[in-house]
């Protein structure tokens, strides 16, 4: 619901607050400006000091007022002349007539109300709710990604887009707040809708004589110039007439000859909330924090383009679902943990078939489960496991929220996995365990699909129909992914000497047969993923793709992997099979957990093999010359020394700090990476309490021995390899 509220009703919101961000980031400026222009106060005059003089030039004098620029100003009728006109307060000279600029004026009344009136002002005081309400959620699905309230400050990962929208959130939303609980406070107050202050006015009785001269008057001496706000005098042809003076303290009755203070009104308790919160929201007599929130205003726009971006990446990241009928109205309800939408696909299939059989169903990401989902008749979980053994993207929060949550729906978890790994659908178990903890009935045994099988999918809908006492065809075609043209460019092939063979590959996009014109690669970075379809499977419902690790980014003008040539591998021996020229179709699938940090802390990356991939992509990248130290180990230093004479030359150019190697069959008896980092511990131990990140890319069982070989370096700092993983300082691309 929260992500609902946020999403793109708080992008509509957000892009329609901009007039009101724009126009309130233009004002910001203008306290800094006045405070500029403006003449100093002096901190040694009195009120009586300014008066005598403004009225020692005008005799007419009838009030002397601080404006909101910071500049005082006096109004004056000499009976010939009249005005209003800026006034020096050191000698009460006049400094030219005193006038709004017609500029500021037109902001100000398209900032408060749109140039409409009133029904301007109410759309501005909604507006505020808005803003309100969009800074809140966003702070709570901030801190519900990163881990709670207490992690908001952590390193925020993911796509450009992502990255963006969470760090400029979280530095602007305290100034938003900050201007939208103000701004709703002065609506409130434009609108009566504060109660009035209740001060009381006590009844003066003047002394009657004559005027004294002014600078003479004790009320008025008494009192400092820099605490002023208005002063008028009293009507000349009155003798019963006062001095008023307004600070803020409160108001004083003086009289005009005597300059006793006849009367002393405190400011009420409104009255100074109600000046403080005119300070906060308008930055005048705060010129520092006026430009911090106009910088807070700045960000609206950014914000709203950037969780537009978001928005449509998700919307088209998912099929559509068909008839997808409210939660609380459903008999089924189906639960989609997916890391690259292919499971939704299967969710997609399963919903139409089951809404087919006349099933009222609702399908929804695990991570937006509430009670409505489990109080419906029968839960079905479709779950993929990610990485080693972990929660898929749309299910990262789903236990810990089901562990919070009643209900004991009929229940059938489906794990969608590859059975060459060692933690197939491990993620799945683990749902399936949570579940038969709460005592739910099982509608079937957890079922594991391997590789996106369709036939195992098949059956498993042919065991659920007799479960649910009917026929379930489920005929899934999964849609073949969007491709990019690829022409490979050039290629290096290493560790044939020790029967590994290695292969650089770098690919860019053809040109146009029609103009000749270059090419343009589709957006990536180094660690992202490029998914290639092997020949002989571009068939759909058999296209399995396989996922490589990008060395390089687009800006490096080719796409580079480091392909291993597998026994039996259908797609590593076609790519070794190509030669300069050749063409593939690809596709991009980002990987923004397997970042880089921002920053400048220190970097340890370590791999082995066609692992240094990524990793030297990383480095090539590291134009600012952050402290990066390179471990990866290889077979033979004379056969594939992978990325050798890049790396010598990144050394040279500080991109790269350090580099140890560690190769298994040299003659000096070999060595592996682990044994690298067991070696230097003490260093390694020194740049994590330096706040060093830890990026791992490679096999699986070197991975393994990577984490042994760490323990023990960072145990003695009182942390531990989970630790370092959930706040994002250890990050592994295993496989």
Partial sequence: ?????????????????????????????????????????????????????????????????????????????????????????????????????????????????????????????????????????????????????????????GTPAQRW?????????????????????????TFGLLPEAQGANPAVTASGGAPAP???????????????????????????????????????????????????????????????????????????????????SAAVPVLGGTGLVLWLRRRGARPRIAANVPARAADTVILVGSEGNSTWGFAGTLHAALTAAGHKVHTAAMNDVTAAHLAATRLLVLAATYGEGTAPQSAKHFLARLARLPGRPAVAVLGFGDRSFPHFCRFARAVADALEARECPQILPMKRIDRRSAQEFAQWGRDLGAALGHDLVLTHVAEPPKTSPLMLASRELYGEAVGAPVAILRFQAPADPCTGAPGRLPAFEAGDLVGIVPPGQEKPGDAMPRFYSLASSTRDGVLEICVRLREGGLCSSFLHALQPGARIDAFIRENPAFRPAT?????????????????????????????????????????????????????????LTTLRTAFSRDSDGGAYVQDRIAADAPRLRELVRQGAQILVCGGRDMAEAVTRALDPVVRPLGLDLPTLKSSGRYVEDVY
Avoid: C
Wanted: no cysteine; net charge positive; proline share 5%.
């Fill in 214 to 296: 002014v600078a003479t008057l004790a009320g008025l001496k008494a009192v400092r110039l820099q605490d002023l706000r208005a002063l008028s005098f009293p009507d000349p042809s009155d003798p019963a007439d006062v001095f008023t003076l307004v600070t803020d303290e409160g108001e004083r009755v003086i009289d005009a000859a005597t300059g006793a203070t006849l009367a002393l009104t405190p400011a009420t308790a409104l009255e100074r909330i109600s000046d403080l919160v005119r300070t906060l929201h308008t930055g005048r007599g705060a010129w520092l924090l006026s430009l911090l929130l106009g910088l807070a």
């Fill in 1 to 157: 619901m929260l992500r609902r509220l946020h999403g793109l009703p708080g992008i509509v919101l957000a892009l329609a607050l901009t007039v009101t961000a724009v126009t309130g980031a233009v004002l910001s400026v203008q306290p800094a400006l006045d405070r500029a222009a403006a003449p100093a106060i002096p901190a040694v005059a009195s009120v009586a000091d300014l008066a005598a003089q403004v009225a020692a030039r005008h005799p007419g004098v009838s009030a002397i007022r601080l404006r909101a620029d910071g500049s005082l100003s006096a109004t004056f009728d000499d009976g010939d002349t009249r005005g209003v006109e800026r006034i020096d307060p050191a000698t009460g000279a006049g400094l030219g007539p005193y006038a709004v600029s017609e500029t500021i004026r037109f902001l100000i009344n398209l900032h408060r109300s749109f140039l409409m009136g009133d029904v301007g002002r109410v759309a501005a005081a909604l507006g505020a709710l808005a803003m309100l309400g969009l800074s809140l959620s966003g702070l709570m699905l901030l801190a519900r990604r990163l881990g709670g309230a207490g992690a908001l400050l952590r390193p925020i990962r």
């Fill in 599 to 655: 920053g400048r802390g220190p970097l340890i990356l370590i791999g082995a093999g066609a692992g240094i991939g990524p990793l030297a992509g990383f480095v090539r990248a590291n134009a600012a010359g952050r402290p990066v130290h390179l471990y990866w180990g290889g077979r033979s230093a004379a056969s594939d020394f992978l990325y050798e004479h890049e790396l010598a030359q990144h050394l040279a150019e500080r991109r």
């Fill in 165 to 189: 929208h969470g760090e400029l959130g979280r530095l602007a939303a305290v100034g938003l707040l900050l201007s939208s609980l103000t701004g709703l406070w002065m609506s409130a107050g």
